[in-house]
């Protein structure tokens, strides 16, 4: 078990720019969730996927983002045309399909818009 | 729809005082509860959580939460501050019924400073 990994651990991005963050579960996890925590405030859901399927998103996953699990396997989370409200911290977490589980988190990607 | 309220930003307590943190949930049906630490610049790491069964649960680092219904409180205390105690808490509900999807609605978070 290597835990929840989250690339990269820091992004620093131009405005208008697009960018990309990759999440690998734990091997035998096929729920996967992403957060967004901004300074100062506790994680916020934005989507989640059982296996390949996304079977939920947040009204705070504006049309700029899109989030795919292909395979249920690994899962890839992207911006459009950044904006600087954009900037947080990205966190990733998986559990197992079962009620009474536990949700492990990676070390989150921050993002830096300028 | 869930929701969750941890009273007090910031708290600081003297190295080997009792730790108090408060947590107060809101939901329509019996909720799951769960306490994580944050480090910075890490994620989160599960302290302890409440399913169902007995309310006094009991966590990592000698951290224990009790659940009170008609309270609606979820009170994360440790009996003895650590310095290594200092970082970041947040409080999180979840209803597991129905198919849900079992996602986190989280509290503003605690930030634990301790003094030596």
């Known amino acids: 078990d290597t835990g929840v990994s989250q690339n990269p651990r820091h992004k620093i991005t131009k405005r208008g720019q697009n960018v990309t963050f990759r999440c690998d579960p734990i091997s035998e996890h096929n729920r996967l969730y992403w957060y967004r925590q901004t300074l100062g405030q506790g994680p916020e859901f934005l989507t989640y996927f059982q296996n390949e399927a996304q079977l939920e998103k947040s009204r705070l996953l504006s049309d700029r983002f899109s989030a795919e699990r292909p395979k249920g396997s690994f899962s890839t989370l992207e911006i459009q045309r950044t904006e600087q409200g954009d900037s947080a911290m990205y966190l990733c977490a998986s559990s197992r399909g079962q009620q009474n589980t536990e949700a492990f988190f990676g070390q989150g990607t921050r993002l830096t818009v300028v | 729809a869930q929701s969750v309220t941890q009273l007090g930003s910031h708290v600081s307590v003297s190295e080997g005082a009792l730790v108090l943190l408060r947590c107060n949930y809101s939901s329509s049906v019996p909720p799951y509860l769960f306490w994580y630490v944050q480090y910075p610049n890490q994620g989160l790491q599960l302290l302890l959580k409440?399913?169902?069964?007995?309310?006094l649960v009991k966590g990592i680092n000698g951290f224990e939460a009790e659940f009170k219904k008609s309270e609606t409180s979820f009170h994360l205390t440790k009996p003895s501050a650590h310095m290594s105690d200092a970082a970041e808490y947040f409080c999180?509900?979840?209803?597991?019924?129905?198919?849900?999807?079992?996602?986190?609605?989280f509290g503003t978070g605690t930030l634990l400073a301790v003094q030596p």
């Open positions: 409440y399913t169902t069964g007995a309310t």
């Open positions: 999180a509900v979840t209803v597991p019924w129905g198919g849900a999807t079992n996602k986190l609605i």
